[in-house]
């Protein structure tokens, strides 16, 4: 089993910035993918935003989030962070981590972390 904690979440101005921090502990493969994802109020999926590999390759899927959201990785503390800039009110949502491994694409989730942007 693994088990993902988010944290970094928040109340925030438009313009402002929050860092989020997803820590991954329990049995990891060597071989794993962790994304963030969020889900904004009113809707009922969550919208990948952001990817890297254990190789520390980063994907940026949403555009609205590019030249905005930084993801990157501190390998030996199986954590990954999601740096977020010029926060937008359309920015919130519950932040969610997401850890992927095996051939049998086992995947994990953690609680979420709320972010709000004010206007």
């Known amino acids: 089993q693994v088990q993902l904690v988010e944290s970094g979440g928040g109340l925030v101005q438009a313009g402002g910035s929050l860092r989020l921090s997803c820590v991954a502990s329990?049995?990891?493969?060597?071989?794993?993918?962790m994304n963030w994802y969020r889900q904004s109020p009113g809707k009922q999926r969550r919208e990948l935003i952001a990817?890297?590999?254990?190789?520390?390759?980063?994907?940026y899927p949403d555009d609205s989030v590019k030249d905005r959201f930084t993801i990157s990785r501190e390998n030996g503390k199986n954590t990954i962070y999601l740096q977020m800039t010029n926060l937008k009110p359309e920015d919130t949502a519950v932040y969610y981590c997401?850890?992927?491994?095996?051939?049998?694409?086992?995947?994990?989730w953690g609680r979420g972390t709320q972010v709000t942007v004010s206007s």
């Open positions: 990817a890297i590999s254990s190789g520390g390759s980063p994907a």
């Open positions: 997401r850890l992927t491994q095996g051939f049998n694409g086992e995947e994990y």
């Open positions: 329990g049995r990891i493969f060597e071989a794993h993918s």
